[in-house]
């Protein structure tokens, strides 16, 4: 048994057996881009659908979570729509002929490194939102995956432990078998955090180095109160869940 603490996140208590999710490992190379144009083209049709799946995720928050929770969508929206940040990526792959999911990475790299400086917690976590909204259009235009899809797979009651979780992987979560979720990263201002609140679904953020202590299979107690997680509880626990 080992205990280990984090932030509170969202109340609750669950148990059950962890699925480690992995989150975008992805490494861009940079590439001459053959022509720019198309790729600047198939970018703004991948914005186009990434704005509509927000515009229905924010109509599901609504209902599920409330208004004040599904304004965080509007403001992905926002972010998705931000012609400044965009056009410098556009821009750079019109002057430099590289490709666009290179540029984008490297400009998520350095919105991040901005954010991540500052002071203000509220601050850094606006920076976890553009690398989220970075990262879903880098997945689309590469025709990846979402992690989530993994977890409509499983039968048995989870928590998931991940490096970090966004807020459409809480809207995504079926929490039929999901009772609870543990990330390294994050605190109790984060979106994700928020949502998780809205919907009851308990959370402890910020547990430093987890995905190295536990795998997938592993048992797990977490009080999202507490901010507290035990790997392996002993019988007593065990007993008292």
Request: charged letters at 30%.
């Amino acid at each position: 048994m080992k205990k280990r603490k984090g932030t509170g996140g969202a109340e609750g208590k669950a148990a059950g057996t962890i699925l480690v999710l992995n989150n975008l490992a992805f490494e861009a190379r940079a590439e001459k881009s053959e022509d720019a144009e198309y790729e600047i083209s198939r970018f703004e049709t991948v914005r186009k659908e990434y704005k509509e799946e927000l515009k229905q995720l924010y109509r599901e928050a609504e209902i599920s979570a409330g208004e004040e929770p599904a304004n965080i969508f509007l403001a992905y929206i926002e972010m998705v729509n931000d012609d400044a940040f965009f056009g410098k990526i556009i821009r750079r792959i019109q002057n430099e002929k590289l490709n666009l999911v290179y540029v984008l990475e490297e400009e998520k790299k350095a919105a991040a490194v901005i954010f991540q400086s500052m002071d203000d917690p509220y601050m850094r976590e606006r920076g976890t939102d553009i690398e989220n909204v970075c990262d879903a259009l880098i997945r689309k235009m590469e025709g990846l995956n979402s992690p989530m899809d993994e977890v409509s797979k499983t039968k048995e009651d989870i928590v998931i432990v991940a490096a970090d979780l966004t807020p459409e992987d809480i809207m995504r979560m079926d929490t039929t078998h999901v009772k609870g979720f543990v990330t390294e990263r994050g605190g109790n201002t984060s979106h994700t955090v928020i949502l998780a609140k809205a919907l009851g679904i308990p959370a402890v953020v910020g547990v430093k180095n987890i995905l190295e202590e536990a795998g997938s299979k592993t048992n797990i107690y977490m009080d999202g109160g507490e901010g507290t997680i035990i790997l392996e509880p002993d019988q007593e626990v065990s007993d008292i869940l």
